[in-house]
């Protein structure tokens, strides 16, 4: 079966660094994207990760590790603006990508 | 730059009429998907489609139709809307060939849809 688990909502302070993590069971895998949501607007890539190990990306870094079906995007000096729902989004076959509930993130001053 | 283009933003629809969700993308892409996203719940794909002529269910099909005549057009049909199609679509698109693995998805900015 698929399954990908997100905390449902965080919260953090502007200037702080955040870990949002992303637990998947997938049959087949294939690669697994972050994308940011603000409020009322459409998904924007932010990452994908294949290998095992830490993609940095400015403000922006993700972590996957294949062998405990984790990943986590962090973000650092947080922004206000930063505010929104991330999605974790593993691809099991080709045109398979299973998106999880998603994490909503607010940021306060 | 277009990217990916939605008609309508938002459309309230009675129970069993018909509808028309447009979709066209400026990129080229050969892959292109309808989603649907319901509070607290992910994105989940209705239909998908690998090229002009070809098209593919997805995990939630039922109550929808897809037509691929263009690269560039991948309208998604209602017809006999229900309560349950009450929700809001995104449509998508990604670059790449058989091998690409990472080309990401570019979304539409959506159509809200209300069903009653």
């Known amino acids: 079966g698929q399954n990908i688990d997100q905390p449902t909502e965080m919260t953090a302070t502007e200037g702080a660094i955040v870990q949002i993590n992303c637990t998947y069971q997938?049959?087949?895998?294939?690669?697994l994207f972050w994308y940011q949501q603000h409020a009322g607007e459409a998904p924007t890539f932010l990452s994908y990760?294949?290998?095992?190990g830490l993609e940095e990306k400015g403000r922006f870094s993700s972590f996957l590790s294949r062998s405990k079906g984790y990943s986590y995007l962090l973000l650092k000096e947080l922004q206000m603006k930063d505010s929104a729902s991330y999605l974790c989004a593993v691809r099991g076959g080709f045109q398979k990508l299973v998106f999880g509930t998603g994490t909503r993130l607010l940021v306060s001053p | 730059n277009a990217g990916v283009t939605q008609t309508p933003k938002f459309r309230i629809l009675k129970i069993g009429q018909s509808m028309t969700l447009q979709c066209t993308q400026d990129m080229n892409h050969n892959y292109m998907y309808w989603y649907r996203q319901d509070p607290g719940m992910g994105l989940k794909l209705i239909y998908y489609s690998v090229g002009a002529g070809i098209t593919d269910k997805g995990e939630v099909p039922n109550g929808y139709n897809v037509s691929r005549s263009t690269t560039e057009d991948f309208p998604l049909r209602l017809e006999l809307a229900a309560p349950s199609q009450t929700s809001v679509y995104f449509c998508?698109?990604?670059?790449?060939?058989?091998?690409?693995?990472?080309?990401?998805?570019?979304f539409g900015n959506g159509t809200r849809l209300t069903v009653t």
């Open positions: 997938t049959s087949g895998f294939n690669g």
């Open positions: 990760n294949v290998l095992d």
């Open positions: 998508a698109s990604r670059s790449g060939t058989s091998s690409s693995y990472n080309s990401p998805l570019h």
